[in-house]
Nanobody, 120 residues
Framework: QVHLAESGGGLVHAGGSLSLSCSAS????????MGWYRQAPGKERELVAL???????NYADSVKGRFTISRDNAMNTVYLQMNSLKPEDTAVYYC??????????????WGQGTQVTVSS
């Protein structure tokens, strides 16, 4: 199946920037969308940003204007550029992909998560 590997998490001060990367590997038929979710302690996992194969993007209201999602030409890597970070952005960030395992079977895939910590 598809394996998603995240990288780029870390510790930054408020107002700083981080860039996350997620690479998909393994056997799959197609990936239609890739993106990022996050989960803070005691909070529900929430959508941060998604990018479709058609080029559309979707952002949580809380990150609009600060975060930018992009995908590479092969559509198997997704990036999240995070600027003007706030302490409330602190969370474990999870890469997410949705597509087809084979020509007829849809599937969802999750990375293991990478910690982003923003200090005040």
């Amino acid at each position: 199946q598809v394996h998603l590997a995240e990288s780029g998490g870390g510790l930054v001060h408020a107002g700083g920037s981080l860039s996350l990367s997620c690479s998909a590997s393994g056997v799959f038929f197609s990936i239609n969308g890739m993106g990022w979710y996050r989960q803070a302690p005691g909070k529900e996992r929430e959508l941060v940003a998604l990018a479709t194969s058609g080029g559309s993007t979707n952002y949580a209201d809380s990150v609009k204007g600060r975060f930018t999602i992009s995908r590479d030409n092969a559509m198997n890597t997704v990036y999240l550029q995070m600027n003007s970070l706030k302490p409330e952005d602190t969370a474990v960030y999870y890469c997410y992909a949705v597509g087809y395992i084979d020509y007829r079977t849809p599937g969802d895939y999750w990375g293991q998560g990478t910690q982003v910590t923003v200090s005040s």
